[in-house]
């Protein structure tokens, strides 16, 4: 079985930085594409960084420069380092992996999401 979980968030000043991360378990072959979105109160849920098997990555316009995605392959975790944190980026962040795995003898290709943890910024 399959699991995506979260660690990090909480309550932090405006100005502050938290590190969030993301630990993939169970029988995966690969992991592809790592994700970080986030979801505010009555909005959409949005991308805000990606990071691929080989390391490019990508941002949202609203974090560049201020948020870096990394991962440790060999410890199947995805990172999201976020620093001179503002109000706006206050959300649930949720992490996502484009992920092959196998059940028995069956190979199969799906993303999976963690669970979700709140990052509140505010003074």
């Known amino acids: 079985q399959v699991q995506l979980v979260q660690s990090g968030g909480g309550l932090v000043q405006p100005g502050g930085s938290l590190r969030l991360s993301c630990a993939a378990s169970g029988s995966i072959v690969n992991i592809y594409d790592m994700t970080w979105h986030r979801q505010a109160p009555g909005e959409q849920r949005e991308l805000v960084a990606t990071?691929?098997?080989?390391?490019?990555?990508n941002y949202a316009d609203s974090v560049k420069g201020r948020f870096t995605i990394s991962r440790d392959n060999a410890k199947k975790t995805v990172y999201l380092q976020m620093n001179d944190l503002k109000p706006e980026d206050t959300a649930v962040y949720y992490c996502?992996?484009?992920?092959?795995?196998?059940?028995?003898?069956?190979?199969?290709?799906?993303?999976?999401w963690g669970q979700g943890t709140q990052v509140t910024v505010s003074s």
């Open positions: 996502n992996a484009d992920l092959r795995y196998y059940s028995g003898t069956i190979y199969y290709r799906k993303d999976y």
């Open positions: 990071i691929s098997n080989r390391g490019s990555t």
